[in-house]
């Protein structure tokens, strides 16, 4: 990806794009020149050289284009069990035709609905954020009502594909009201398996006393590459639950920011990364506490085999006018094999005085006296082996209350570890 082909086919794509776009894109074009993609040496991609293997993978800045995704191939992907809503998308492209429309909540496509776009995951915050406000194509904008309450999840599925193009740029933009209640499952779904790039932007709008759950699966091909930025914004007594579980993916970047703006509001951040193989996953997590009376929780497991590489990195701001914070944070891991890396760094800035706050790591090898103890009454090693992994994630698959997708989650963990139990 020549710095040269990318500026041209940013240039083309900002003046192509429509009216109401201009300045969203023009802003964003000036906050990536300043940022540029990010450098060997750029701190916050310290440990994910994803400069150097988009270059190497990709080439050329080339948007995917939407492709044919037909009801078989929606109805074949959708986890058994489950019951709900279906929003599907093609390469990022919203196919409203395809998609059971939950009643009561507003859904368009996100050009109709651009005078908010930006003002939660800001441009200049992250260089692939500002790429993907500069040149993403189309996406979707889902509005719950005031005192809405969604009762089935909604299933955001996602197919992916390159086929006359190696990148695709998804963007969703979720708004609840006040009082508004909705839980949403993002799954995304590889009909290639060639290299190709998925730049994800999605910002989440929580009104007072809001409760949003945001579960993901990644569980794409094996060579493709990932970057996400998930920022959200709380008001006051407002709740958000993020899950992310990431399973395969050539380099993947997770970044997932929550903005507590009102006091009683309460953020929940989960993650499991199963790792196997060369596969890269770094989660890279912000919490920010801007008023007081208010809670994050925080917990992130790993565990990583053959030659992968973990990377955690969480920041919690706790700011002066935060008093009566509770923040609460810790990263553990499991390394199965020699080869296995993991470079995690957990991090807590306080500016007030009167707060609650702990972070913590460990990075350690399986439990041999277990191991030894569950062999010794009979159970084989593989299986003993994969029931003592699935207890240490259990702990964060039990945060998913959708009882269809965890059990989903639950087949996909054991049939990676080897073992049913």
């Not at 740029?169 to 708004?175: A, F, K, L, M």
């Not at 949003?212 to 006051?236: K, M």
């Not at 965890?406 to 073992?419: A, F, H, N, P, V």
Request: hydrophobic share 35%; aromatic share 8%.
């Amino acid at each position: 990806m020549s710095t040269l082909t990318l500026q041209d086919t940013i240039t083309g794509l900002v003046a192509a794009s429509p009216e109401n776009f201009q300045n969203l894109r023009k802003e964003a074009l000036v906050a990536f020149n300043t940022q540029g993609l990010p450098a060997l040496k750029a701190e916050e991609y310290k440990f994910t050289s994803i400069t150097k293997k988009l270059e190497s993978s990709i080439g050329t800045f080339k948007p995917a284009k939407a492709f044919s995704v037909t009801p078989k191939m929606v109805k074949s992907s959708v986890h058994e069990g489950f019951e709900g809503k279906i929003l599907v998308f093609s390469n990022g492209f919203f196919l409203e035709e395809l998609s059971d429309l939950p009643d009561g909540v507003n859904i368009g496509r996100l050009s109709d609905q651009s005078d908010e776009i930006g003002s939660i995951a800001k441009a200049n915050k992250d260089p692939f954020s500002a790429l993907n406000q500069a040149t993403f194509q189309e996406g979707v904008f889902i509005s719950i009502p005031k005192k809405t309450k969604v009762e089935q999840p909604i299933l955001l599925l996602s197919f992916h594909k390159e086929e006359d193009g190696k990148v695709i740029q998804p963007r969703v933009w979720i708004e609840a009201g006040d009082f508004a209640e909705a839980t949403f499952i993002e799954q995304s779904i590889s009909v290639s398996d060639n290299s190709y790039f998925v730049n994800r932007v999605v910002e989440i709008k929580g009104g007072q006393n809001s409760i949003l759950n945001y579960y993901r699966v990644q569980n794409e091909s094996r060579n493709c590459i990932e970057v996400s930025n998930i920022e959200t914004d709380i008001q006051q007594d407002g709740r958000f639950t993020a899950v992310t579980v990431s399973l395969t993916g050539d380099m993947v970047r997770n970044n997932l920011s929550l903005n507590l703006l009102g006091s009683n509001s309460e953020g929940n951040m989960y993650g499991i990364y199963l790792l196997n193989g060369k596969t890269h996953v770094d989660n890279h997590t912000n919490v920010d506490h801007t008023i007081p009376h208010a809670e994050s929780n925080e917990l992130y497991k790993g565990i990583l085999a053959d030659q992968s590489r973990g990377v955690f990195n969480g920041k919690i701001f706790v700011r002066q006018d935060a008093q009566k914070t509770n923040a609460f944070q810790q990263n553990n891991n499991i390394l199965l094999s020699e080869d296995a890396i993991i470079n995690t760094k957990p991090q807590l800035e306080i500016w007030a005085d009167d707060v609650k706050c702990s972070h913590g790591c460990t990075v350690g090898q399986l439990d041999e006296e277990a191991l030894f103890y569950l062999q010794a009454r009979g159970i084989d090693k593989t299986n003993a082996k994969g029931l003592l992994l699935y207890a240490f994630v259990g702990e964060v698959l039990e945060k998913v209350e959708v009882e269809s997708f965890q059990s989903y989650l639950e087949s996909l963990i054991q049939e990676r570890l080897g073992s049913k139990f």
